[in-house]
């Protein structure tokens, strides 16, 4: 703790920002390590399983349709209207765009097929189906 040493009885005036500083690098901190937690979906997909499957490239077109059918588009649930609007918006300023599909084993494959529809319609030309890898 500082203190002046003269002798005047004037009060300390000076505000002492450390203990500040130090709680708030501790917060941010705290905030760094768990936002991936908290960013990721809480949807638990039961992806198909293949021998042939290649590694992907990151995309910022992520589609999952979970096994109740719902669909999720880049984490929040959506449905193919949005979807189709989403691909209209990234082909406009991204003609290269790639959309990522992630469906449920228990998906019928029609909503497979309207979830892809609804891409292609949208202008986006390129997408992948997610896959988890056969253990050999």
Same mark, same amino acid.
């Given at each position: 703790?500082?203190?002046?040493? +003269? &002798?005047? =009885?004037?009060?300390? @005036?000076?505000? *002492? $920002?450390?203990?500040?500083? /130090? ?28 021998? +042939? &499957?290649? =590694?992907?490239?990151? @995309?910022?077109? *992520? $589609?999952?349709?979970?096994? /109740? ?68």
């Amino acid at each position: 703790m500082a203190a002046k040493i +003269s &002798g005047d =009885d004037e009060p300390i @005036s000076d505000i *002492n $920002i450390v203990p500040f500083v /130090d709680i708030i690098l501790v917060v941010l901190i705290i905030f760094m390590i768990t936002t991936p937690f908290i960013m990721q979906s809480h949807i638990k997909i039961d992806l198909p399983q293949a021998a +042939s &499957g290649e =590694d992907g490239t990151p @995309s910022e077109f *992520n $589609i999952s349709v979970a096994s /109740d059918g719902r669909i999720l588009l880049n984490g929040e649930v959506s449905d193919l209207q949005r979807v189709n609007a989403k691909s209209q918006e990234l082909s406009q300023t991204n003609p290269e765009v790639q959309a990522i599909i992630a469906a449920d084993r228990e998906v019928p494959h029609g909503q497979v097929v309207e979830v892809i529809d609804a891409v292609k319609t949208g202008g986006v030309k390129r997408f992948a189906i997610t896959i988890d890898r056969k253990r050999q």
